[in-house]
């Protein structure tokens, strides 16, 4: 498990890592996992000796946001890396599908997905 102290409003510090940022818990959570901490970690921030947010995963919470109606959160977009160009003597990969591919995987319709985050927020904090 992680400690972290919660400096102001919008920073955050974390193993030598201070973090400045509107959401700075969840900027927090995606700098430790780029420094190589294991997603599954919790992560537990504190002002003063006071916990204020419990966090399950920071794997989870790297990939929220602070809703844009500032209530509650939301997923980041995925983040996808292109493919390094080839050069154009080089033939691609042949797209049509071989009769041995399998069919693709359905996604699930969005009322499938639970929407939970592991978040809990202190109750000291929700009076």
Same mark, same amino acid.
């Given at each position: 498990?992680?400690?972290?102290? @919660?400096?102001?409003?919008?920073?955050?510090?974390?193993?030598?890592?201070?973090?400045?940022?509107?959401?700075?818990?969840?900027? @927090?959570?995606?700098?430790?996992?780029?420094?190589?901490?294991?997603?599954?970690?919790?992560?537990?921030?504190?002002?003063?000796?006071?916990?204020?947010?419990?966090?399950?995963?920071?794997?989870?919470?790297?990939?929220?946001?602070?809703?844009?109606?500032?209530?509650?959160?939301?997923?980041?977009?995925?983040?996808?890396?292109?493919?390094?160009?080839?050069?154009?003597?080089?033939?691609?990969?042949?797209?049509?599908?071989?009769?041995?591919?399998?069919?693709?995987?359905?996604?699930?319709?969005?009322?499938?997905?639970?929407?939970?985050?592991?978040?809990?927020?202190?109750?000291?904090?929700?009076?």
């Amino acid at each position: 498990m992680i400690k972290a102290q @919660l400096r102001g409003d919008d920073t955050a510090e974390a193993c030598g890592l201070t973090i400045r940022n509107s959401s700075p818990v969840l900027a @927090l959570c995606r700098r430790l996992i780029e420094a190589g901490h294991d997603p599954s970690t919790r992560l537990e921030a504190y002002r003063g000796d006071v916990l204020c947010l419990s966090i399950r995963s920071i794997g989870e919470a790297a990939n929220l946001t602070v809703s844009p109606h500032s209530v509650g959160f939301v997923r980041l977009p995925e983040r996808r890396i292109a493919p390094p160009k080839r050069p154009p003597d080089k033939p691609g990969p042949d797209p049509s599908p071989r009769p041995s591919d399998p069919p693709p995987t359905p996604i699930p319709p969005p009322s499938t997905i639970r929407p939970s985050i592991g978040l809990t927020v202190s109750s000291s904090l929700a009076a």
